[in-house]
T-cell receptor, first 113, second 116 residues
Framework: GEDVEQSLFLSVREGDSSVINCTYT??????LYWYKQEPGAGLQLLTYIFSNMDMKQDQRLTVLLNKKDKHLSLRIADTQTGDSAIYFCAESFNAGNNRKLIWGLGTSLAVNP | KAGVTQTPRYLIKTRGQQVTLSCSPI?????VSWYQQTPGQGLQFLFEYFSETQRNKGNFPGRFSGRQFSNSRSEMNVSTLELGDSALYLC???????????????FGSGTRLTVV
């Protein structure tokens, strides 16, 4: 069945770059998303990429998509302590007349001063 | 504009009781999805409503139900609560469920349900 996998933890030093990786199984995905969840809060959409794109850049965020390997990554440049959160990868694909989202378990990013 | 509003924020119930959670989407959003979030299982999709109709349903027992009103507000109900139902319940709104859409979801802060 459909599945999205992420590593559970990542620890970086403030000012370094963070790279969060995600793999997915469904080759018919249309969009792939990155969401951020801070403690006690809901999920916040960070960015998304259409499946026919290889890369998308948005300020400190860079998304890379390798469709052949079904691998998605989120790079955060100049990571700050405020970036400490759980990051979720999700893939969207068409299921009949509906859109279906499959979520990873989330990567907990710890930024050390 | 106001975000997605979920009420209540926290809830404590005993086993066997039932509970109703509420979600008001962003103005203009007509699709509402519900998720259960637990540390071990991550985000599990419950159901999605659009124009008062259930469009998608996850793999949860019939004790979990929902509905959507004409103003797009949605409620979910859990009957005969079990200890395992303790979780953060998140609601997300979107413009629509549209096939192939890039409509992102905007999440509420969730309702933390504890069953004792």
């Amino acid at each position: 069945g459909e599945d999205v996998e992420q590593s559970l933890f990542l620890s970086v030093r403030e000012g370094d770059s963070s790279v969060i990786n995600c793999t997915y199984t469904d080759s018919s995905s249309t969009y792939l998303y990155w969401y951020k969840q801070e403690p006690g809060a809901g999920l916040q959409l960070l960015t998304y990429i259409f499946s026919n794109m290889d890369m998308k850049q948005d300020q400190r965020l860079t998304v890379l998509l390798n469709k052949k390997d079904k691998h998605l990554s989120l790079r955060i440049a100049d990571t700050q302590t405020g970036d400490s959160a759980i990051y979720f990868c999700a893939e969207s694909f068409n299921a009949g007349n509906n859109r279906k989202l499959i979520w990873g378990l989330g990567t907990s990013l710890a930024v050390n001063p | 504009k106001a975000g997605v509003t979920q009420t209540p924020r926290y809830l404590i119930k005993t086993r066997g009781q039932q509970v109703t959670l509420s979600c008001s989407p962003i103005s203009g959003h007509r699709s509402v999805s519900w998720y259960q979030q637990t540390p071990g299982q991550g985000l599990q999709f419950l159901f999605e409503y659009f124009s008062e109709t259930q469009r998608n349903k996850g793999n949860f027992p019939g004790r979990f139900s929902g509905r959507q009103f004409s103003n797009s507000r949605s409620e979910m109900n859990v009957s005969t609560l079990e200890l395992g139902d303790s979780a953060l319940y998140l609601c997300a709104s979107s413009l629509g469920p549209g096939q192939g859409s890039n409509y992102g979801y905007t999440f509420g802060s969730g309702t933390r349900l504890t069953v004792v």
